[in-house]
């Protein structure tokens, strides 16, 4: 099988098996990302300085657990890359040269992805390398990347012990790492008045849930925020009501979900049942998703807030034309009624760095450009200005945060940070003005 | 000590919910009442009917409980050739090849509704009246919980009457109680076997049907069930349906209100920590078991 047949295949296949999630969305996306995916697969495997290429190579879960999410991210390289090879490509030492993407599919697996790491590197040549997504994932493909000594920007691992226990020196995030999820729903409950009595949180029973907690809970208490977590709740669970009622009880009148899609819809569904006294609900990632208004309804969904950790509606004028452009190169890709969530700006994000570490070093070496991600303030970005720290992590690492506002169409404003926030939060969440 | 509206709303919901525990270990506990059969896929049974009202309620845009009866008759047909070709070669075989065989027919099911409907969790949604919430004295209570309830009810009230008060019924419990003597008497045993795992599947699939309702689902659901069925009928008694009921009461009303003092995440432990403490305690169960002289023909 050659490299456009196996492409070809794992597009397909890729199709096949994400109806779980959004087919029709992942359709859309994949079909067009899979035109570049094939056309980055044409042409010489051998790469290097003398090429008139850069390969940038990467994997992503297309099948398996994550293809509702992954394709998000394909686009958005897709999207940078395009404005790139737009521009005439980066310049190398004097030579423009054109960004050639190539992504394989994990399935989410974990000895996939070392094998396919192993081959971008050594067969493919590649030159750049763009980490895979969820943190497990590239817990594992961390050890692999590290040996093979080729740089890599990863925007899909929260995890700290990402970093703190493998990559260390070749793969970079550009990412903020779980503590800092929620912070943006705790800047915007700082914010708002009257202030809730208490933000009562439930959470997953999972270490990534545990840690972003704890670094919410040491937040709120800097913010002057009354948080407490309420409850922990099996991840598998389909009912909340002994938790949400447990929240009601100790007097919570804003409620917070630190969890994924099928229990974010499942508490504000319960919650409504169980109470008319809320000010508010927060969620977590389910947030920028097209599905959670589906799964609860949009006049539920209106006014929930959530956490994101990149925004198209960040307030910062160096990034205006980023912003606008992207936006709008990104729905030609992805789709006119996709907008892009941070999982797509930050793939974005991804590419732009790849492209200032290469121009800076004006060279492919692999000791050159990690020279370079260490030492280099990036700043034509999407994510406005940053550098990586110590642990390889950017900084300073940020979080927004986001509610659901609109009547028939619902759309993410951004309320927090106020200095950057596109809208202000409606507040109390009209359904519960009394 | 806790605001009494609290543990009024954790009583009450766990009350609501018991109703379907109940609902579902019936059938498990009816089946095994008549034919000494466990049947492990019982709980998938449950799923497959949650998915089969999620489709009919997509294609027919009827009410949920109006589809509840077609439910329930697809139950009763979808079970007749699986006790043809699987079930009733096994009858008499030891518990072990019962037990490997129907999770094997479980494993199969769970693999053809992720095949069929993908990893997703699903629901039905009420509109309407059933999706009102009544306000009692601080504690609300969902109109479609309460209309779950009532429906169990219903139907648990229906299978007595049937047990106790028709031809076939007093045939099913003849078998039950003594199946070479029913036969002696004319009743055919074969026909009543199936005619039993018709009911109980039957059941499966409406509980199904009310659990699309109120809960998601996804179809790995039918371990939890199945685990939880296990755990009412141990308690109520094997092949007891009085004590099913109570049970499932019972044990869902100790689920909710445990987590006054414990993490929900560990509620279902709450709830087989009771399952185990009774089995050393009482191992007949609350109402005895068949095998001590009690159960399905009380």
Redesign the interface.
């Known amino acids: 099988m050659t490299v456009n047949d196996r492409q070809d295949s794992e597009e397909e296949n890729a199709n096949c098996q994400s109806k779980d999630l959004s087919r029709r969305r992942f359709a859309k996306i994949a079909s067009v990302t899979g035109v570049t995916g094939i056309a980055g697969c044409l042409g010489s495997s051998s790469q290097g300085d003398d090429s008139d290429t850069i390969l940038v190579g990467g994997t992503l879960g297309l099948t398996g657990h994550h293809s509702g999410t992954t394709p998000i991210y394909q686009a958005g390289y897709r999207t940078v890359v395009k404005w790139i090879n737009d521009a005439g490509g980066i310049e190398v030492n004097g030579e423009k040269k054109e960004i050639k993407l190539k992504i394989y599919d994990d399935e989410n697996n974990k000895q996939r992805v070392k094998n396919l790491y192993n081959r971008l590197v050594e067969k493919d040549n590649a030159d750049f390398l763009l980490g895979p997504y969820s943190s497990s994932i590239n817990y594992t493909a961390a050890g692999t990347i590290e040996k093979l000594g080729v740089p890599a920007i990863t925007a899909g691992a929260a995890s700290p012990a990402v970093f703190n226990e493998v990559a260390n020196k070749w793969l970079y995030s550009v990412l903020s790492t779980v503590d800092k999820y929620n912070l943006g729903i705790i800047d915007t409950m700082a914010q708002v008045s009257p202030s809730p009595n208490l933000v009562g949180g439930i959470r997953e029973n999972n270490q990534v849930n545990q840690i972003s907690a704890q670094a919410t809970k040491e937040y709120a208490k800097k913010k002057g925020v009354t948080f407490k977590i309420i409850d922990t709740y099996d991840v598998e669970t389909n009912d909340l009501t002994s938790s949400i009622a447990k929240a009601k009880s100790q007097g919570t009148d804003f409620l917070m979900n630190l969890g994924h899609l099928p229990n974010d819809a499942l508490m504000v569904n319960q919650a409504y049942d169980l109470s008319d006294n809320w000010k508010g609900f927060a969620v977590g990632t389910a947030i920028g998703t097209s599905e959670f208004p589906e799964q609860v309804g949009t006049d539920k969904a209106r006014g929930i807030i959530g956490p994101q950790l990149w925004s198209p509606k960040i307030n910062v004028s160096n990034i205006d034309k980023f912003r606008s452009d992207f936006k709008r190169e990104y729905k030609e890709i992805a789709g006119e009624k996709m907008e892009p969530d941070y999982h797509a700006g930050l793939a974005g994000v991804s590419i732009q760095v790849i492209r200032d570490t290469i121009q800076t070093a004006s060279s492919l070496d692999p000791d050159a450009l990690r020279k370079t991600l260490t030492s280099k303030t990036y700043s034509q970005t999407l994510n406005g200005e940053f550098s990586f720290g110590d642990n390889n992590v950017y900084t300073p690492q940020r979080s927004y945060g986001v509610q659901l506002q609109g009547e028939d169409e619902l759309g993410l404003e951004l309320v927090a940070p106020k200095e950057v926030a596109s809208a202000k939060p409606i507040w109390p969440m009209t359904q519960f003005e009394g | 000590m806790?605001?009494p509206?609290?543990i009024a709303?954790?009583v009450l919901?766990g009350l609501l919910?018991g109703g379907l525990y109940a609902l579902l270990a019936v059938g498990l506990t009816l089946i095994y009442g008549v034919m000494h059969f466990i049947n492990l896929a019982h709980g998938d049974f449950m799923i497959v009917g949650a998915f089969v009202t999620y489709v009919l309620w997509n294609a027919l845009g009827l009410h949920p409980l109006l589809i509840l009866p077609i439910v329930m008759v697809i139950g009763f047909i979808f079970v007749i050739p699986i006790h043809k070709t699987i079930f009733e070669p096994i009858l008499d075989d030891s518990v072990i090849n019962q037990l490997l065989l129907t999770f094997g027919l479980a494993i199969m099911l769970e693999a053809l509704l992720s095949f069929l409907?993908?990893?997703?969790?699903r629901?039905v949604?009420v509109e309407g009246f059933a999706s009102s919430?009544i306000e009692i004295g601080g504690v609300?209570l969902?109109m479609m919980r309460i209309l779950v309830f009532v429906f169990a009810l219903v139907i648990l009230t229906a299978l007595y009457l049937f047990l106790h008060y028709t031809h076939i019924g007093m045939g099913i419990r003849a078998t039950a109680q003594d199946p070479t003597a029913a036969q002696v008497v004319g009743v055919d045993i074969d026909r009543i076997q199936l005619l039993v795992m018709g009911i109980g599947s039957a059941l499966a699939f409406g509980s199904g049907a009310l659990l699309a309702t109120i809960?998601?689902?996804e179809p790995f659901?039918g371990l939890?069930y199945i685990l939880i069925a296990f755990a009412v009928v141990s308690v109520g008694g094997l092949g007891s349906m009085a004590g099913a009921l109570v049970a499932g009461l019972v044990l869902a009303i100790f689920q909710?209100v445990s987590?006054?003092w414990v993490?929900?995440?560990i509620?279902?432990a709450i709830l087989f920590l009771v399952f185990l403490i009774m089995l050393l305690v009482r191992p007949e169960g609350l109402f005895g078991s068949i095998e001590h002289g009690r159960g399905l023909y009380d």
Do not use: V
């Not at chain 2, 409907?117 to 969790?121: A, D, K, R």
């Open positions: 806790p605001d509206t609290y709303q954790l919901s919910l409907f993908g990893l997703n969790s629901g949604q919430t609300f969902p809960l998601s689902f659901s939890t909710t987590t006054i993490p929900s995440s509620g279902n």
